[in-house]
């Protein structure tokens, strides 16, 4: 299991829980900027009962690091623009402009605070939680079909966790830096061997098409989240869109997929890999509300999900025109129905 010490430490493992920014409202009402997004530099030191200071500091030690997570300066006429569509008022000629990731990166950086503290908590207890609970997915419809899904779990924890754990310890490690080596070696070698003994049995049940449902979910289960953020773009050409770009990391202004429909209406995705015991709350529509209507501009706006949407997120979603794919719908979409949405 991860430890504290290790996110302070590692920014392999920091990176690999940079998804989890809903820990943030579960220790503490993060404020944003008017475009829901965004938070500036007097805000996050706010937000972590610190000083100015002290968060400039951690900007200039982790500079690299932050703005792969969201954080950015705006000047010139980026600055303008932001400040129209945001409502933002600031004479300032630069605005320095953290996303909830990077606020949570900050979170796994500072050490003097005791929210940042809480924070480590509670993404440390939701990460256990999405690691050791069972996921609930139909059964499989033979063995070969459970052994796939096993592989792919398996396949999935040691290339995302187990190596990136070993890369930690070798960079910090001296004395035992060759058995570390060896050690990874050893396990990046039942890796491979259990990529192709699955790639033997998707070979034995045939095309994607002729595979049961309940496959759909559970390879969708064991991607990493820029993995799922390319099968929903797939899944956007297989509808007729065009233009399909994946856009990710730290400068996608709140949207992970913008495209355009067979009749020409602009599509902005959301896509969030989730456990499906877990949730998309209200908060969370309703920051992507502000990047796909005042950023985007979208005529489509898609919130994708592995798992379920709360009632309250529902019906915020429906009252603000954004359809919400929860993982049910997500499931008929990748088997082969068509997203009405998008018709």
């Known amino acids: 299991m991860i430890n504290e010490t290790a996110l302070l430490e590692s920014r392999t493992l920091r990176n690999s829980v940079l998804d989890r920014t809903d820990v943030l409202d579960r220790v503490k009402a993060l404020s944003l900027l008017p475009d829901g997004m965004h938070v500036t530099t007097a805000m996050v030191a706010a937000y972590f009962n610190v000083t100015v200071e002290a968060i400039r500091a951690l900007v200039h030690d982790h500079r690299a690091e932050l703005e792969a997570s969201g954080y950015r300066v705006l000047t010139g006429s980026e600055l303008s623009d932001f400040k129209q ?41 939701m990460e256990y939680l999405a690691r050791t609970q069972p996921v609930e997915n139909p059964a499989p419809a033979d063995t070969a079909l459970l052994d796939a899904h096993i592989d792919q779990r398996i396949t999935h924890i040691l290339g995302k966790t187990v190596v990136p754990m070993f890369n930690a310890l070798i960079e910090t490690s001296g004395e035992h830096q060759r058995e570390l080596v060896a050690l990874r070696a050893g396990v990046q070698h039942i890796e491979k061997r259990l990529r192709q003994h699955h790639a033997r049995l998707q070979r034995l049940e045939g095309p994607r098409e002729d595979r049961p449902l309940a496959g759909v979910m559970a390879a969708m289960d064991a991607m990493n989240g820029r993995e799922f953020e390319e099968r929903v773009a797939e899944l956007l050409r297989r509808d007729g869109c065009t233009g399909v770009i994946v856009r990710g990391g730290g400068r996608d202004r709140g949207v992970d997929i913008t495209a355009l429909t067979a009749d020409g209406r ?32 979208s005529d489509v706006a898609l919130y994708v999900a592995t798992c379920p949407f709360t009632r309250d997120a529902l019906n915020i979603a429906a009252e603000s025109g954004i359809t919400a794919v929860h993982r049910g719908l997500l499931e008929e979409w990748s088997a082969g129905a068509p997203l009405s949405a998008l018709g």
């Open 85 to 125: 569509l945001s409502g933002t008022q600031s004479r300032s000629r630069s605005l320095a402009l953290f996303s909830r990731r990077a606020v949570l990166n900050i979170a796994m950086l500072l050490r003097d605070s005791d929210v940042a503290r809480q924070v480590r908590v509670h993404l440390l207890d």
């Open 266 to 297: 602009r599509v902005v995705v959301q896509c969030k890999r989730f456990a499906p015991h877990l949730s998309i709350t209200s908060p969370d529509v309703q920051k992507f509300i502000g990047a796909a209507k005042v950023l985007h501009a």
